[in-house]
């Protein structure tokens, strides 16, 4: 099987010296390249072009929130997996908002580590349990259940009630997936839902959607 090729991206070298060191003996793994801060992970990224980019957060210059956007910006493959020390909410929502594949803690166990990876590589969506807490109640608190769908939001949860997935809808739509996730997360605030089979079912009660269109 092809190894997962990766990019750490850290400000403290002895955490990229620690991380390399988890993959280094596993080949399901290469380590193509590391970074200090987002601006030299944007080049390192453009050279290497990795699976899977392991992205810290808040490090000098551009920050990796910053470079997410960016290689979501410039259509890089790689999938971003954020892995932090930080999961406040001013940190976790922004970084999914710019097209983080995951979110995982710093403290989180090897094989949880491996596992998240994996999961990135095939674009599924990886959440450390407090930061996924975190998300739910902070996309539930900027807009009252009752505000009604932008009729871009209605687009969207009418493609995902067809079945959809975000890399479909945004296809559809001409966006990114990025802001199809942004979409969602501002449709469940409204629906006062948790997830896509909720949002889609509370779609059908409201009258948003219809069978067979919407």
Known sequence: MTPV???IVDDHPVVRDGLRGIFAG???FEVVGEAGDGAEALAVIA???PDVVLMDLRMPGMDGVSAIARLVERGARAKVLVLTTYDTDSDVLPAIEAGATGYLLK???REELLRAVHSAH???SVLAPSVATKLIGQVRAPAPA???LSQRELEVLALIARGHTNKDAAAALFISEATVKTHLLHIYAKLGVK????AVATGYDRGLLTPGGR
């Open 5 to 7: 090729r990766l990019v």
């Open 26 to 28: 596993d080949p399901d």
């Open 47 to 49: 050279r290497a072009d």
């Open 107 to 109: 403290d989180a166990r």
């Open 122 to 124: 095939r674009g599924e």
């Open 146 to 148: 009752a505000e009604p």
């Open 195 to 198: 997830d896509r089979a909720s």
